[in-house]
């Protein structure tokens, strides 16, 4: 989902996020790995190049700030309307009935 390289983009002014709080924000992105566990076996843990900690309190900011470029891509096509939430999209297209 989201990697460190993406969190650079937190610096953007539209987020506001510099200082401390985009470095706190960095190293929890920075060196995440997942590992599986079935019973008493635990596989080797695997570094994830991507990532988003599940049930974290960042999560949802996190993912809307990697899915908010979408923005862009919508705003293209001039009579779609778009809102976006923490975990989802809708689009609306208003449809001529006469």
Request: net charge neutral; charged share 10%; hydrophobic share 35%.
């Amino acid at each position: 989902m989201l990697n460190v390289r993406q969190a650079r983009s937190l610096k953007n002014p539209t987020y506001g996020v510099c200082g401390t709080t985009y470095k706190w924000i960095e190293s929890y992105l920075d060196g995440q790995s997942q590992f599986v566990r079935v019973g008493d076996c635990t596989s080797a843990p695997v570094l994830c190049e991507f990532s988003i900690p599940h049930g974290s309190v960042l999560g949802p900011l996190l993912f809307t700030i990697y899915t908010s470029p979408i923005s862009n891509v919508i705003a293209q096509f001039k009579h779609v309307n778009h809102t976006q939430y923490p975990d989802d999209t809708q689009l609306y297209i208003a449809l001529n009935t006469a």
